[in-house]
């Protein structure tokens, strides 16, 4: 019998090092499970791992695939300091790309450059709406917007499955579910030549900075962490927790709805059925993987965009099946959670009767757990 | 604890430097590469596994002179296109794209890589290096849905549809027709899923319109579990793509298996002794790329005799699935008798006929 009991104050060190250790201990499950299928274990590492970045191209699409888990990543992580759990960042994202979509179409004969900047605020703009709606039965009628803001995605990708083939169809698609695809004035532009590398990962690293500028030396970004960490606390001090929910929501959604339309006005260039292979929900993980920090989340995104692009490369080079990658995020996501409870609490073995280790000093606890973390 | 991680990290950096070495020894002679991309995962007992045995068809066929790849799960977005140029940059010759979703991304990439071929399915934009094919489904949807006009007690029909283009409004259509022939008062209940595979929503699906009165079950979705829960639930229904028996072996009546090997390996012999052109393919019943399993254990003898007699009227051309009369949903005759609904107006099949509940989403 073993028992969790939570430690007086986790090691800082430790929250820090843990995303290592759940992924040195990922790769080493990775290496077992490659023996087990019988797949050469260098070559499959090399496949996944490095195979990826070793061209411009692979490169790019390693910006291009963490663009919107980076920006969406960022803002969730200010949400969930905020202790406001927006779970519906994919609809949103898909909110954002409708709305910009349908300026940037409605535009089609007008080839200026203000065209792209309209639609950016269109779907800033759609992405706010759609998370205003959680924000609202949250404040007003005290709804838990995990349940709100999630089922709201559905409504979303319903919309625009309506969208495809109603309002904003192709005329000329032999009646196929898509747009007509964007022309040139509304393109995102690529910043670097010949690959597919756009405007939105200059825009995820810009909001890595200012996120961490908001949360580590502003008031507003202090008021938040404080109504998230202790909203009576926070209540005494004036910080209204209604305000955070409404700011988190709202921001958070407008870059959510930016993501999609950067996805669909750069890498996809029209409206189709289906525009996220879930950005919306891998980047709940990207935030937790990377802290809730924003440099973290940054790492993060990089680090599930290559897991993703590698999951293709080894089923090209080995035949491997896809699953592969949904079980290493899923592992990742395992050990880093794993070693989360760790750092929060320390293991104790029970035998008889708990009374029986109050002998223990708090240093030896600390040793007991922490030789458990270390040994893999 | 520090050794341990000292001895990790040493592991790792000996990892990577075999790994670059592996790489230059990797250097052998040249089979004729083809590719695939798949919308669903490869053993999803439908579309994509179909694909996947047209794949190791050519295997067999060709030998060591071939070489197949597949990349499975590829979303129809931003994805695609990545994973085209990535299976032609690494020296694959031809390419074979299984969902309609790919288009635009196969054609994007194939004017990048103008001396790769690439094959389209379902599909309508062609270029001089893109050829499209499909099936004629809708030939045996005519079948089935003279099975499920005779068979039916409730006279419901329940058909999960995925998304509503005009190959899968064909195929309700077809099969509404050839129903209603025998059974005028058979109605289709048509849910439209927006997914090609996602066994638990096509699960609900299907247990809906289970509740809602269906007896018989159809689909234009990837995965078995509609004929799954058709089974669990006492009704029955038709394998889609494929012979989903092991999934129902009470309950499926008959299954459309679609057939890719023989156009697959005629294709990638073209290509390899260079008589390849861009064309497209649509073939049916006759030409094999659509084909039957065997009828399910509860289906009738005069149930058998009918759809066999249907299934020749196809083969020899005396029966064409939209051949008139045909109406629309209020009854008014949109194609008199003895008229055919021409390839043309058939691939952009817009609206419903009469027989179908309900209104095509628009």
Redesign the interface.
């Given at each position: 019998m073993i028992r969790l009991y939570k430690r007086p104050a986790p090691s800082r060190l430790w929250i820090f090092l843990a995303p290592l250790v759940a992924m040195?201990l990922t790769?080493?499950s990775g290496l077992i499970l490659f023996s087990l299928l019988g797949v050469p274990?260098?070559?499959a590492?090399?496949a996944f791992f490095?195979e990826p970045l070793t061209?411009v191209?692979g490169l790019a699409?390693l910006g291009?695939k963490a663009a919107p888990l980076i920006m969406i990543g960022v803002v969730l992580s200010v949400c969930f300091r905020a202790g406001v759990w927006n779970i519906g960042a994919e609809g949103q994202f898909i909110l954002g790309a409708i709305c910009g979509a349908a300026v940037g179409l409605s535009l089609k004969e007008v080839e200026a450059f203000w065209v792209l900047p309209l639609m950016m605020l269109a779907g800033i703009a759609g992405g706010m709406l759609w998370a205003s709606i959680p924000a609202l039965l949250r404040t007003r009628f005290n709804t838990n917007e995990i349940l709100t803001s999630l089922m709201l995605t559905y409504v979303a990708?319903?919309l625009l499955?309506?969208m495809v083939?109603?309002p904003l169809q192709d005329p000329f698609g032999?009646?196929?579910?898509q747009s007509a695809?964007f022309h040139k004035a509304a393109t995102l532009p690529v910043v670097w030549p010949n690959t597919?590398l756009h405007l939105g990962f200059v825009v995820a690293l810009m909001l890595v900075g200012l996120v961490w500028l908001l949360m580590s030396r502003s008031m507003l970004g202090f008021s938040l962490l404080v109504t998230g960490s202790a909203p009576r606390a926070g209540r005494f001090a004036g910080f209204s927790v209604n305000r955070s929910v409404w700011v988190t929501m709202l921001v958070s959604g407008g870059v959510a709805g930016l993501a999609g339309l950067f996805?669909v006005a750069?890498?996809?260039?029209?409206l189709?059925?289906?525009?996220?292979?879930g950005y919306g929900f891998t980047a709940i993980i990207v935030a937790f993987v990377g802290r809730l920090h924003p440099v973290g989340v940054l790492f993060a995104g990089l680090l599930l965009a290559l897991s993703?692009?590698g999951g293709?490369?080894a089923?090209?080079?080995l035949?491997l099946?896809?699953?592969v990658t949904g079980v290493f995020q899923g592992l990742l996501l395992f050990f880093l959670l794993a070693a989360d409870v760790l750092i929060h609490y320390s293991l104790k073995p029970v035998t008889t009767a708990p009374a029986e280790f109050t002998g223990l000093t708090n240093t030896q606890a600390q040793h007991v757990a922490?030789?458990e973390q270390?040994?893999? | 604890m520090i050794k341990n991680r000292k001895l990790l990290f040493q592991l790792a950096v000996s990892l990577l430097s075999f790994a670059g070495a592996s790489l230059l020894v990797n250097a052998a002679d040249d089979p004729f590469k083809v590719g695939f991309v798949y919308v669903g995962p490869v053993d999803d007992h439908g579309w994509t596994y179909r694909h996947d045995v047209g794949r190791l068809a050519i295997e067999e066929e060709f030998g060591d002179k071939v070489e197949t790849t597949f990349v499975e799960s590829v979303a129809e977005g931003a994805d695609a296109e990545r994973v085209l140029r990535k299976l032609a940059t690494d020296g694959h010759d031809l390419i074979f794209t299984t969902s309609f979703g790919y288009m635009n991304a196969t054609i994007k990439v194939a004017n990048s890589f103008p001396d790769v071929k690439f094959e389209h399915a379902t599909g309508f934009k062609r270029a001089d290096n893109v050829s499209t094919y499909s099936g004629r489904f809708y030939e045996g949807r005519a079948v089935i849905g003279t099975m499920a006009g005779m068979m039916t007690k409730t006279n419901v029909i329940g058909y999960i549809a995925s998304f509503p283009i005009p190959e899968v409004v064909r195929g309700i259509n077809a099969t509404a027709i050839a129903m209603r022939k025998i059974n005028p008062d058979a109605e289709i209940k048509v849910v439209w899923v927006n997914t090609w595979y996602d066994p638990g929503t096509e699960a609900d699906a299907a247990k809906a319109l289970i509740d809602q009165g269906a007896d018989i079950i159809m689909q234009h979705t990837d995965s078995p579990a509609p004929l799954q829960v058709a089974e669990e639930r006492g009704v029955v229904g038709f394998g889609q793509a494929s012979d989903m028996k092991a999934y129902a072996p009470q309950g499926q009546l008959q299954a459309i298996v679609d057939d890719w090997g023989p156009y697959y390996i005629e294709r990638t012999k073209a290509a390899m002794d260079g008589s390849w052109e861009s064309k497209d393919t649509w073939s049916g019943i006759l030409d094999g790329m659509v084909q039957f399993a065997d009828y399910g254990p509860s289906v009738p003898d005069d149930v058998k005799d009918a759809a066999n007699l249907v299934r020749e009227a196809i083969v020899i051309g005396e029966l064409h699935p939209f051949q008139g009369p045909i109406f629309d949903q209020s009854g008014k005759e949109i194609v008199a008798e003895g008229e055919i609904i021409e390839d043309g107006d058939l691939l952009g099949m817009n609206y419903y006929v009469q027989g179908v509940n309900g209104s095509l989403p628009k």
């Open positions: 040195v790769l080493l274990v260098v070559e590492f090399y490095i061209s191209y699409e291009v990708s319903l499955a309506y083939i109603g032999f009646n196929f579910p695809l597919r996805e750069g890498p996809i260039g029209q189709l059925p289906k525009i996220s292979p993703y692009l293709e490369s089923q090209i080079s035949n099946p896809v699953a922490n030789s270390g040994a893999p | -």
